[in-house]
């Protein structure tokens, strides 16, 4: 076909040729997901401004841009530090402790038997509970007068044991709440991880009778280490930001004993109206989140491509 | 590895008795005192074995609570009804945005995808109260505080990201050529799409829904903020019921039931997938 | 019916071409195979055809039209995949007749007809999970076969199924191919697939046609030294030589015996030379000779129908000849002579690796 033939062919083709394939089309199907990214986006950028206002909402005639001032109060509030000791300290000791938990119960449930299966989907119903009912339902079996729990520790001789109510337990009690949702999910994961671990080094391991605690040691844990990191990742970034569970049990008291971030900027904005600091405060929370959500998000990819066998 | 020693079976079974015991005994204790009038809730010590009485539900359900003090009116059904119609709500319209955007970003590679999906992922994981408190002053302007239409699309924050990356997750295990075969069979691409690529994603659409159902359900802090009383869904609404009815321990119980009745139901049918959903699709159970 | 046309068509993905300027044309009722090594370009090739992208430069029509830019569902092809693609919630069934838009009773006829054709009427209800290998092939071929698509394309159908399947199809397949006359595009990695199926064959390498013709014109006039080591199994031997003219002919030097080849080539070649021998052309003997190259046993492999022996040839060189079973073969450590008959030998430029000519013979192994 000649130079010449082969054009007119096309020309002749032009009108009959479709439009070009649709390179709009993964555009137009993400558009209500973008719609709902600027719908975060949106309010993100106004708490960021706001963090640098001085606004009050029963006060709006002071509202001004005052810069970093919010932030520089804060170095020298002793409230701030209460609010990221304890938040910190509320984080480390469930996270530690659900993880240490979820481990045991993960390796006690490892083989998968139907009497294990069935033990591991009973205790999904806590992690299924919203925690704010979870911690209603500590707050009944805790109650002085009745309470069961209050019961069982009169027994063993501890009379007037206050639970929620007294600073000295308020923190145990509520981590209690915490580790009593929140293990489960530890355990899920771990377990699907146990059980999708090759068998080889295994058995390997038990020809050759090595002991047990080196099987675990040097063999399960480090196989089990992407899903640890997933999982206590996950709980790290819920729990430091945890309201549901400290909000319905005691809205931060007794006094300021529970005055965790969210907690705090929750009563900031509310209370006492001071949208600038609220905001700040918050901005803080973030940027923590932010750092821990980024190391996060890489390994939680490594892991979801091993699940879907594109490594 | 497993030591069948009679001193390691004992240690495995106590062990399993006392994880059993902590976590379902919260759950067994209340679902009793659901069953009891407060003179029966008081007593002390407590008794394994009572008298059930239904009166308590009876109470939430007509409204109506007897006391001496006099009548009080009890909405904790309208909470039900409002944690039914928001979360459905919510979770169809999750899907029907999610679910086209999670194959758009499975099957095509666009840098706006990404973002969207990462930004959407990143949020997950944020303060929601940042979003939020900024949020309900844009609502007051705008009217959308305290209306079903307002709590559905901040709902859109829990139910979008998690629907998007498990359903991309699926959409990304089927081989695109299953559906260049339909394609080539004369078909368009919606075609293929609804017929080809949803199908075979079917599970996984079913398991996100289960599971977004399941975290609306239970969320606390966006109803909280953005809700007053008559749109309350059930979270907020037991606390107010505890607060608003002091001592009446019985319906507190009967509430708390209601309550985590239905996500329980839920988790109970949907548990082959908890694990893939509460990991975002990175585990696969 | 329509024929295909590929116009210099060009495709990269970032520093790799898999297709630098293909211009091939399939008639209507041929069937060409598209042969060629992993990776150079073929299943590309076919789904830039399919729609699956489109090519950056170049045209592809059918019956004269264009169908770049056109959606998959209006280019009138049909595919069978590698990995067969069947729709795995369907049955056989509803998979053949995914394609057709027709009244119900004419669907039903079709699709007997042609599960009858493909042997798989008995199978029909089941979805492609139990289905076994060489029955999801045939399925997938019906499902291409179907609507008559005025183009067909079948993308290494044969890889996934087992030798003895594959040995079957490769006798029905030409007969059913052909039925439609649609034009066929059947990429294949295995040379005997090709020239068992083929009408003609088109070459692939690294993203250009080294050289489309017949298989008999491949297999004696391979256009290049790479397209000659593509075809036959075991490879053919080569060897640096540098061709002399005396009286008209041409003889070549391999390690100390010279053998006369005839007076194939054209134009005499100037300097050295890749001559290419294929192993079944070997002849091997005890009687030595000035025509007889003197070489060793390095080692006898049998393969299928024929043994196969690694030659150490005197200057170092090895070779590979393929005997029949029952023709004398010596055994490893055995000093042998080697001859080859001069209608046998080809005869390829040393710097371009392009065919120079000689070999006479038209025939396919």
Redesign the interface.
């Known amino acids: 076909?000649s130079m010449v033939q082969?054009l007119q062919?096309?020309a002749q083709?032009?009108p009959?040729?479709?439009?070009?394939?649709?390179r709009w089309?993964?555009?137009l199907?993400?558009l209500?997901?973008?719609l709902?990214?600027v719908?975060?986006?949106?309010?993100?950028v106004?708490?960021a401004i706001?963090s640098l206002q001085r606004y009050r909402l029963n006060l709006p005639y002071l509202r001004g841009f005052i810069g970093l001032d919010n932030y520089i109060d804060f170095l020298s509030d002793p409230a701030f530090w209460n609010t990221l000791r304890i938040s910190i300290t509320y984080t480390v000791l469930t996270v530690v402790l659900e993880l240490l938990l979820g481990l045991?119960?993960a390796l006690?449930l490892r083989?998968p038997t139907r009497f294990h299966n069935a033990?591991s989907?009973?205790?999904?119903?806590?992690?299924?509970?919203?925690?704010?009912?979870?911690a209603?339902?500590?707050?009944?079996?805790t109650?002085p007068?009745?309470g069961?729990l209050s019961?069982l520790v009169s027994l063993f001789g501890v009379t007037d044991f206050k639970w929620a109510s007294d600073p000295s337990t308020a923190l145990f009690t509520v981590v209690l709440v915490d580790i009593?949702v929140y293990?489960?999910?530890i355990m899920?994961?771990l377990l699907?991880?146990l059980r999708?671990l090759p068998r080889q080094p295994?058995e390997a391991?038990?020809l050759d009778g090595v002991p047990?605690t080196f099987?675990f040691f040097r063999i399960t844990l480090p196989m089990l280490t992407p899903?640890i990191i997933?999982?206590s990742l996950?709980r790290l970034?819920d729990s430091i930001?945890q309201?549901?569970i400290i909000?319905?049990m005691t809205q931060g008291g007794p006094g300021d004993r529970l005055m965790v971030?969210?907690v705090q900027?929750?009563l900031e904005?509310f209370q006492y109206t001071n949208?600038g600091r609220?905001?700040a405060l918050?901005?803080v929370?973030?940027l923590i989140?932010?750092i821990?959500?980024?190391i996060?998000?890489k390994n939680?990819?490594r892991?979801?491509a091993r699940?879907?066998?594109?490594a | 590895m497993e030591h069948s020693s009679l001193a390691g079976l004992i240690f495995r079974g106590v062990a399993l008795t006392l994880i059993v015991l902590f976590f379902m005994f919260p759950i067994v204790w209340i679902f009793m005192m659901s069953f009891q009038n407060n003179d029966q809730i008081l007593r002390i010590p407590p008794r394994i074995l009572f008298e059930p009485t239904l009166s308590n539900y009876k109470a939430l359900i007509s409204g109506q609570l007897h006391t001496a003090a006099g009548n009080l009116q009890i909405t904790f059904m309208r909470n039900l009804f409002n944690s039914v119609v928001l979360s459905s709500a919510a979770v169809a319209l999750a899907l029907l945005l999610g679910v086209p955007a999670a194959y758009a970003f499975a099957r095509f590679k666009f840098r706006l995808g990404e973002t969207i999906a990462f930004t959407l992922l990143s949020f997950r994981f944020a303060p929601p109260l940042l979003v939020l408190l900024p949020l309900s002053l844009y609502y007051q302007e705008l009217g959308l505080n305290d209306t079903y239409f307002g709590i559905v699309w901040v709902y859109q924050l829990i139910a979008l990201p998690l629907i998007l990356w498990i359903v991309r997750g699926y959409f990304e295990d089927i081989s695109p050529d299953i559906e260049h075969a339909y394609r080539l069979a004369g078909h368009s691409w919606w075609e293929a799409f609804t017929r080809i690529a949803v199908p075979l994603a079917g599970p996984g659409i079913a398991a996100a829904g289960l599971l977004s159902f399941i975290f609306c359900w239970n969320n606390f802090v966006f109803a909280l903020i953005l809700a007053s009383a008559d749109k309350q869904p059930v979270t907020v609404g037991a606390l107010a019921f505890v607060t608003a009815s002091g001592i009446q321990y019985g319906q507190i119980a009967a509430a708390i039931v209601l309550s985590v009745t239905p996500t329980l139901l839920l988790a109970l049918y949907a548990q082959r997938y908890l694990v893939e959903g509460l990991s975002l699709g990175a585990v696969k159970g | 019916m329509a024929r295909l046309d590929i116009n210099s068509v060009s495709k990269a993905f970032g520093a790799t071409r898999p297709a630098d300027g293909l211009s091939l044309t399939v008639e209507s009722g041929e069937i060409v195979a598209v042969f060629g090594p992993s990776g150079s370009g073929k299943t590309v090739l076919l789904r830039m055809i399919a729609g699956m992208f489109e090519p950056d430069d170049g045209d592809i029509q059918v019956g004269g039209r264009s169908i770049v830019g056109a959606a998959p569902e209006r280019r009138g092809i049909g595919m069978a995949f590698q990995n067969f693609a069947l729709f795995p919630h369907m049955t056989a069934r509803d998979n053949i007749a995914s394609g057709l838009r027709a009244k119900a009773g004419e669907v039903t006829a079709r699709v007997a007809a042609i599960s009858k054709l493909l042997k798989i009427e008995h199978v029909l209800g089941h979805t492609p999970r139990e289905l076994s290998n060489g029955q999801k092939q045939r399925t997938a071929l019906a499902r291409a076969l179907i609507g008559n698509p005025d183009v067909l394309l079948l993308d290494d159908p044969l890889r996934n199924v087992d030798a003895k399947l594959r040995y079957e199809m490769r006798l029905e397949l030409p007969s059913l191919l052909r039925r439609g006359s649609a034009a066929v595009l059947y990429v294949t990695q295995d040379y005997r697939e090709a020239m068992a199926i083929a009408d003609r064959i088109a070459v692939l390498i690294d993203g250009r046609f080294a050289q489309i013709g017949t298989p008999d014109d491949i297999y004696a006039q391979p256009a290049s030294v790479a397209v000659a080591r593509l075809f036959g199994d075991p490879t053919i031997n080569l060897a640096e030589v540098t061709p002399v003219a005396e009286h008209g002919a041409l003889s070549v030097v391999v390690a100390g015996a010279r053998t006369w080849l005839g007076s194939g080539v054209g134009v005499a070649p100037d300097g050295p030379c890749w001559l290419g021998v294929r192993p079944d052309d070997l002849v091997i003997s005890s009687t030595p000779g000035d025509d007889a190259i003197p070489a060793r046993i390095l080692a006898v492999t049998p393969m299928y129908e024929k043994a196969v022996l690694l030659l150490r040839l005197a200057d170092g060189t090895e070779w590979l000849a393929a005997l029949p079973h029952d023709a004398p073969l010596g055994a490893a450590d055995d000093a042998v002579f080697v001859r080859f008959a001069p209608d046998a030998a080809m005869l390829f430029d040393r710097a371009t690796g392009l065919w120079i000519g000689l070999s006479h013979r038209r025939q396919a192994a």
């Open positions: 076909m082969l062919t096309n083709a032009a009959a040729r479709p439009k070009p394939r649709v089309l993964p555009y199907l993400s209500p997901a973008l709902i990214c719908a975060i986006l949106v309010p993100f106004t708490a706001y045991a119960i006690l083989r033990v989907i009973m205790l999904l119903l806590p992690l299924m509970t919203a925690p704010a009912i979870a209603l339902m500590w707050k009944l079996m109650n007068s009745f069961i019961y009593w293990t489960p999910f899920i994961l699907a991880g999708s295994f391991a038990a047990a099987v899903y997933t999982a996950f970034l930001q309201f549901d909000y319905a971030f969210q900027a929750y904005f949208v609220s905001a918050l901005m929370l973030w989140t932010n821990l959500s980024n996060f998000i939680w990819l892991l979801r699940a879907h066998g594109h």
